[in-house]
């Protein structure tokens, strides 16, 4: 049945599916459908052109769209991954990283450069120099949990 239907679309059952895996992105995404969808396209481009060759078997076109489909994925990670995508929220997972800059006073002193502060409703461990309890403090860095601050 299937292969009827290749039969009787001809050089078109490329192109549907092409879109047909363009639309399956859609429904199960994670931008790995896409490219392969981008190779059948290409694969019904090439069939367009060389649909009357009796070299463009049935065979050469799958071994043509096996290639691009891995050329496709590569290539298209590649490119999203050097095309990364700046965030206006750069620090939005990295919670310790989001509180550089601001201020609060230590709730136990900084004792051989570990003490703990609040801010907000958390309280974080911090790290830098020897201060007193009640001190005012400025977040300069985070390392994993820990706060590193400095004297305000």
């Not at 070299?55 to 590569?74: C, D, P």
């Not at 051989?112 to 400025?138: E, F, Q």
Request: aromatic share 12%; hydrophobic share 55%.
């Amino acid at each position: 049945m299937i292969l009827k239907l290749i039969q009787d679309f001809g050089v078109w059952s490329w192109l549907i599916f092409g879109l047909v895996l363009l639309a399956a992105e859609l429904l199960v995404p994670g931008n790995f459908l896409v490219w392969i969808g981008v190779a059948g396209l290409i694969t019904g481009g090439l069939s367009l052109l060389f649909w009357e060759s009796s070299w463009w078997i049935w065979e050469v076109q799958w071994l043509v769209f096996a290639v691009l489909s891995v050329v496709t994925v590569f290539v298209g990670r590649r490119w999203l991954i050097r095309s990364h995508l700046k965030s206006d929220e750069p620090t939005l997972n990295e919670r310790g990283a989001s509180l550089i800059g601001r201020t609060a006073d230590l709730i136990d002193p900084i004792v051989n450069g570990h003490g703990r502060v609040k801010i907000g409703d958390t309280v974080w461990m911090v790290n830098g120099p020897d201060l007193p309890l009640g001190a005012k403090v400025k977040v300069v860095g985070s390392h994993g949990s820990n706060l590193m601050v400095e004297a305000f």
